[in-house]
């Protein structure tokens, strides 16, 4: 029979024991020695790793020296033998480079052989992942703790995403993956008044990560110091001190942390170097943590907190003794792996829509969207100006500072687009777009708040929210009466004998039919659209239009009884 030997771990296998190194040189157990200052100390570049216990730190040659006490040598016959610091300096601890890496399934430092050219090339790493809390290898008889595991799922479910099952399966999702250790590019984000029970998933969640977990509401670690960051997989913001003052920096900064698969990792007094980025993200706060302006919002997914649970004692005793207990906090964790297995296919950049999310982008909207739903969409009023007087109009009520170029930028983002006309023999340029169109473009953005949004004093109607048709069928309403209109024109055009229309004009507006995605006005290939309806003109019917000899046949005319008129110019209709 043989027997197998499990070696039990010891302090000094974790933390660097510097008697223990000296009784190693004392006893002459050298290479011992070598080895075992070589698992705690891991040249990298011009610099060193020391690792204290639970995480690795980047220190200066010098810096490193120092860590090590001068007694650390070896004498005979009065000649130096061994030095730890001259180690530290000799060829034999520095032809080994590591290069820092996060991988929870590798030991602290490890070999890799990859290929250049055919040639192996054997390259050592320093593990930079943190240990766990829990023995994610213990069995648990599930039906012991199910009890408190379908309390937990359900305060997920009710509390956390307020009974929204697209949002729970996706919450449900995230935490598998970040237990899981797949990076995601997305960020939960949850914001409600306090004692919600929004913070009893996350002591959950670090009670299994333990120090593959970390928690902060300290500014300078999100945009200089991240050195905490590293070999993690769940950062916990929490109460984000964010002012005028620091929110672009901090936005900026949480773009990297939350998409890109790398980030910079510094600490303090320490130089900085390239990591791989494995934690994923959640934001708590009882205040406006973050702002969803228009270029940053979609890497947050907004949670709809409940207030239901808020202030029951009971409750919340019950629930925080079950996220307390060991075996709830490897079966939780078991389940989230099996359920981990499902989601090869899954893709975080869908999102659920959530009411919370919806306003905070409608309070974090540009003044200018903000302006014109209140000038306009709300009082019911058509935008029809002319493009100068609307600058100058919206900058003296708001004393906005941004320049024309942009918002020239953003109101064509809303479809609102200069348009060219004549007036008085002068062409200039006006906005024109119905309040109708323009609120049917706040609600496909979700601009209009269902509550407070009043138009005229009546709620706004929430079915075009709902109707994924609503554009178009208020294109086809439009483009109905367009055509009507213009028929009209056309048998007064011909009546007042202005023109003779060839029959194949007038059979193809008869015979129109209304576009799928536009409003026509006058068909291009008859008429020249560039020039539109004279704004500045008390008669809506004056029209603007110029020959066409494919289609239009132009009769002799007494010129001299229209003095304004020649024979090379545009002929200006009145009806």
């Not at 891991?42 to 810096?63: A, M, Q, R, V």
């Not at 194949?504 to 039919?513: H, I, R, Y």
């Amino acid at each position: 029979m043989s027997s197998e030997v499990t070696y039990k771990m010891e302090a000094k296998d974790l933390i660097f024991d510097v008697t223990y190194v000296k009784e190693l040189i004392d006893t002459n157990n050298i290479d011992t020695a070598k080895q075992y200052i070589m698992k705690f100390f891991c040249k990298y570049n011009h610099e060193i790793f020391y690792f204290d216990g639970t995480k690795c730190s980047l220190y200066k040659y010098s810096d490193a020296l120092n860590l090590l006490p001068n007694n650390l040598t070896k004498y005979e016959n009065k000649h130096l033998v061994f030095s730890a610091k001259d180690f530290l300096k000799s060829v034999e601890f520095m032809k080994n480079n590591y290069k820092p890496i996060i991988d929870f399934g590798k030991p602290r430092t490890f070999e890799k052989v990859r290929y250049i050219q055919n040639v192996a090339i054997t390259e050592k790493f320093i593990n930079m992942s943190k240990p766990f809390n829990i023995d994610v290898t213990k069995q648990v008889n599930a039906q012991t703790v199910k009890s408190h595991i379908d309390l937990i799922y359900s305060h997920i479910l009710n509390v956390w995403c307020s009974g929204n099952t697209e949002l729970y399966n996706y919450v449900i999702n995230f935490i598998s993956c970040t237990l899981a250790g797949r990076k995601l590019r997305k960020c939960l984000y949850a914001q409600s008044t306090e004692r919600c029970g929004r913070g009893t998933i996350i002591k959950l969640l670090m009670s299994i990560l333990g120090n593959a977990s970390y928690k902060t509401n300290s500014v300078e670690e999100i945009t200089k110091y991240s050195k905490n960051f590293e070999g993690t997989l769940l950062i916990n913001f929490d109460e984000l001190p964010v002012d005028g003052s620091n929110f672009k920096s901090i936005a900026d900064s949480m773009k990297i942390l939350i998409t890109e698969p790398v980030f910079t990792c510094r600490g303090m007094y320490e130089n900085s170097y390239q990591q791989t980025n494995t934690f994923n993200i959640i934001i708590t706060s009882n205040n406006d943590a973050i702002h969803l302006t228009q270029t940053n919002q979609a890497r947050y997914v907004c949670l709809d907190i409940s207030e239901e649970m808020k202030n029951n004692t009971e409750y919340f005793t019950k629930l925080n003794k079950a996220v307390d207990l060991e075996d709830v906090q490897i079966q939780f964790y078991t389940e989230m792996m099996e359920h981990y297995k499902t989601l090869n296919d899954w893709n975080e950049d869908i999102t659920p829509d959530t009411e919370a999310k919806e306003m905070k982008i409608i309070e974090s909207l540009p003044m200018l969207y903000k302006w014109i739903k209140e000038n306009y969409i709300l009082l019911s009023k058509d935008l029809n100006i002319k493009t100068s007087e609307f600058f100058d109009f919206y900058t003296n009520q708001t004393n906005d500072k941004t320049s024309k170029q942009k918002l020239g930028r953003m109101l064509k983002k809303i479809d609102i687009l200069p348009i060219r006309v004549k007036s008085n023999n002068e062409l200039h340029y006006v906005y024109r777009r119905s309040c109708k169109d323009l609120l049917l473009s706040y609600q496909n953005n979700r601009w209009m708040d269902k509550e407070t949004d009043l138009i005229e004093g009546k709620m706004i109607d929430n079915n075009d929210y709902n109707d994924p048709y609503a554009t178009l069928k208020n294109n086809y309403e439009n483009s109905q009466i367009e055509i009507r209109n213009l028929k009209l024109r056309l048998a007064r055009l011909e009546k007042r004998g202005f023109y003779n229309l060839s029959k194949d004009l007038v059979s193809d507006v008869e015979n129109a039919k209304p576009k799928k995605h536009c409003f026509p006005r006058l068909n291009k290939q008859y008429f020249d659209t560039d020039e539109e309806l004279d704004s500045d003109s008390d008669d809506d019917n004056q029209l603007i239009i110029r020959k066409r000899e494919k289609y239009v046949k132009p009769i002799k005319t007494d010129y001299t009884k229209r003095p304004n008129a020649n024979k090379d110019s545009e002929f200006v209709i009145d009806f």
